[in-house]
C-alpha cells in the first residue's frame, strides 16, 4: 500500500499527453472546465486550446464573424460599386496598424474579441503584449471563417528571425455538414517578411503575406492580405496586420464575402485586395511603380517570385537612398506588396501598394502590364514587366 | 491459419496469452500482428504495459469483447454553436465497478489503454478521470491530481475576468 500511494505520488500527471487531457476535458461542464484551468499553468493552457474549443464550442467564433459584413448581410450595406480606379484615397480611411498602435492591451483584446481565456490573453496578460515570444501561430476555424494568431519575428535580430516554421499545423474545417482537413502548409520567409500557404480543400489554396518591418522600430507595420475565390463564388479575405517592436505578433483572419462586398472591406482596412485566379508564376518581374502625390516618386522592383505561388520577394530600390526588401502578391490582375520607405516620415516604417491592372501588352520578350496603385492617401500608376518563358 | 491465442511479452518480463480476438481490440496490437503476418509467431512486446496492468486491460476486453465495434462517427456540425460536453455517465455497472480503483490504477490502465489503443477502455479512464476533476474547486484538483499551484495573481485575475466575460456572454 505503501508502495501504491508512493507511485501515484511519484506520477506527474502533467506527463500525460496534452491529447489525453483534451480528451478528458472534452467531458467537462464550463464551469469545471474553468476550476481545471485555474488549477495550474498546464492545465490553463490545454484547456484553452483550440483543439479542445473546436470541439466544445463555436459560440465565440460566431461572434468574431460578425465582426466584419458577412456574405449574407450584404443585402444591407450600402455597397459601393465604383470602380476600384475610380477611389484615390479609399485605402487610407481606416487606419488598423492605428488601432494598434494606439489601443492598450485591453483594448486590442476587445478589438480582436479573442475567447476569454485564450492565448492570446494568457500572452497579453501575463507577459505584456509585445514581449519577445515564440510559439506556434493559433488557428480558429469556423465555417468559411479562419482566424489565426501569428506570433512572430522574435526580437533581437529580425533579419535572423524566420518566420519560417513557425507557421504550421493541421485543422478541421467545417462547411455544411462536411469535415475537410485545411492545412497549413509550411512558412516561407525571412525575418524581413513572412509568407505562408494554406491548404484547404473546400476552399483552395490561399495565401497570407506578412511583412513586418525590420528596424524603425515601434511601427507597426502593415501586411499585404491574400484572397481567394472559393468555389461558391465567394471571395475569401485575408488580412493581416502584423506590428512590430522588438517583437511581434499579429493578428489575421479570414473570412467569405461576396464579390460585392470586397469593395467595401477595401474602403475599410487599407490592406486588402482581390484576386480572381490565383496565377503562378516563374521569372523574374521589373516592376516600375510611379506615384502621384505630393512627392512623386518611382519604384524599380526585383522581384523573385516563389515557386508554386504566386507571392515575390525582392528588393525594392528607389534612387540611390533607399534599397528595401518588399513583399507582395501579384495576380493576373491585381498586385500588392508591402515595403518600407525610410525617407518618408509618415510613412515611415510601412508602405503598401495595392493595384489593379488594367492594360496587358506582349511582347516579344516579356509581357508588360500597367495599372493603378495606391499608396496611402496618394494614388499613382505602376507599370511591369515580365520576362516570357523561353 | 492464425493461431487463436496471442503472446505478448510484458514490461516485467511475464508473457501472456491473450485470445486473437482480445488482441485484436487493441489496434496496437492488431497492427503488430498485420505486421508480421507471415513471421515466425514471437511473443509481442509490449513494454510500456506491465503484466498486472494488462490482465486489468484483458479483463475489460473479455466483459466487452461482444460489443459492437466502435464506429468513427462524423461530426456534425454543431449548428447551435453552444458549448457541448460529452456525456460522462458510466452506465454500465460492470464499468462502473472497474473503474472504482485508486488512481493508481486508474492512471496505469489509462496509459496501457492509450498506448494499447484501445479505444472503449480509453474512453472510459477519460470518462473516469473527468468525472474526478468535476465539482471541485482549483485547490482540490490540485490536491487530488498532486498539481503545483504555478499560477500567478495576476494569471487567476485574468481567468476570473475571463470567466466573468464567458458567463455574461452566455
Known amino acids: 500500500m505503501m508502495q501504491q500511494e508512493q507511485h501515484i505520488e511519484e506520477f506527474n500527471w502533467l506527463e500525460l499527453a496534452p491529447e489525453v487531457w483534451f480528451n478528458i476535458f472534452e467531458y467537462l461542464d464550463p464551469l469545471s472546465l474553468h476550476q481545471c484551468q485555474s488549477s495550474c499553468q498546464a492545465f490553463h493552457e490545454w484547456a484553452t486550446s483550440e483543439t479542445l474549443w473546436e470541439k466544445l464550442c463555436r459560440k465565440y467564433y460566431t461572434r468574431r464573424s460578425n465582426w466584419y459584413p458577412s456574405a449574407k448581410d450584404t443585402d444591407e450595406i450600402k455597397v459601393d460599386k465604383t470602380p476600384v480606379n475610380d477611389l484615390p484615397g479609399r485605402l487610407s480611411q481606416v487606419r488598423l496598424t492605428n488601432l494598434l498602435e494606439d489601443s492598450s492591451d485591453d ?19 501575463q507577459k505584456g503584449w509585445r514581449e519577445t515570444f515564440r510559439q506556434l501561430s493559433e488557428i480558429k476555424l469556423d465555417g468559411d471563417c479562419v482566424y489565426w494568431l501569428m506570433r512572430g519575428a522574435v526580437a533581437e ?36 517578411g513572412g509568407m505562408f500557404q494554406v491548404h484547404c480543400p473546400v476552399m483552395g489554396n490561399f495565401m497570407c503575406i506578412s511583412y513586418p518591418q525590420i528596424s524603425y522600430t515601434a511601427i507597426p ?49 487599407n490592406i ?65 506588396m508591402a515595403f518600407s520607405d525610410p525617407n518618408r516620415e509618415e510613412e515611415r516604417g510601412q508602405y503598401s501598394i495595392i493595384g489593379q491592372v488594367d492594360e496587358v501588352e506582349g511582347h516579344e520578350l516579356y509581357q508588360r502590364f500597367s495599372g493603378y496603385v495606391s499608396q496611402g492617401s496618394t494614388a499613382g500608376t505602376f507599370w511591369a514587366e515580365r520576362e516570357k518563358q523561353m | 491459419m492464425a493461431s487463436e491465442s496471442i503472446s505478448v511479452t510484458t514490461s516485467d518480463d511475464q508473457t501472456i496469452q491473450l485470445s486473437r480476438k482480445h488482441a485484436q481490440m487493441s489496434q496496437t496490437i492488431n497492427s ?66 472497474f473503474v472504482n480503483a485508486e488512481l493508481r490504477v486508474i492512471v496505469d490502465i489509462l496509459l496501457a489503454a492509450n498506448y494499447l489503443d484501445v479505444k472503449g477502455l480509453f474512453e472510459l479512464m477519460c470518462k473516469h478521470i473527468a468525472n474526478e476533476l468535476k465539482g471541485k474547486t482549483p485547490d482540490q484538483i490540485r490536491e487530488r491530481f498532486g498539481i503545483q499551484d504555478d499560477l500567478t495573481e495576476e494569471d487567476k485575475a485574468a481567468m476570473r475576468k475571463a470567466w466573468g466575460a464567458t458567463k455574461n456572454d452566455s
Open chain 1, 107 to 125: 483594448e486590442l483584446y476587445e478589438w480582436a474579441e479573442l475567447p476569454p481565456g485564450s492565448q492570446m490573453e494568457d500572452v497579453s496578460v
Open chain 1, 272 to 336: 486588402v485586395d482581390t484576386m480572381r485566379d490565383m496565377h503562378r508564376f516563374a521569372g523574374q518581374w521589373i516592376l516600375n511603380v510611379h506615384t502621384l502625390g505630393d512627392e512623386p516618386t518611382s519604384y524599380r522592383l526585383k522581384i523573385t517570385p516563389y515557386p508554386n505561388s504566386s507571392g515575390f520577394m525582392g528588393r525594392l530600390v528607389v534612387g540611390s537612398s533607399f534599397d528595401q526588401t518588399a513583399v507582395g502578391v501579384i495576380w493576373d490582375d491585381m498586385i500588392a
Open chain 1, 157 to 192: 535580430d529580425p533579419l535572423s528571425a524566420p518566420i519560417g516554421g513557425i507557421l504550421n499545423g493541421t485543422l478541421s474545417l467545417e462547411e455544411e455538414d462536411s469535415y475537410s482537413q485545411v492545412k497549413v502548409m509550411k512558412c516561407r520567409g525571412t525575418g524581413l
Open chain 2, 32 to 97: 503488430m500482428l498485420e505486421d508480421s503476418v507471415g513471421a515466425d509467431q514471437e511473443a509481442i512486446p509490449l513494454p510500456n504495459v506491465s503484466s498486472e496492468v494488462l490482465k486489468k486491460v484483458i479483463d475489460w476486453c473479455t466483459h466487452h469483447e461482444n460489443d459492437p465495434a466502435p464506429v468513427e462517427k462524423v461530426k456534425k456540425l454543431n449548428k447551435k454553436r453552444e458549448y457541448k460536453a460529452k456525456n460522462s455517465t458510466i452506465s454500465d455497472e460492470w464499468d462502473k465497478n
Open chain 1, 221 to 269: 507595420t502593415r501586411t499585404v492580405s491574400i484572397y481567394n475565390q472559393t468555389r461558391h463564388g465567394y471571395a475569401s479575405v485575408v488580412w493581416m496586420s502584423e506590428w512590430q517592436t522588438s517583437s511581434g505578433t499579429g493578428v489575421c483572419s479570414k473570412y467569405s464575402m461576396s464579390d460585392e462586398s470586397i469593395l467595401q472591406v477595401i474602403r475599410q482596412t
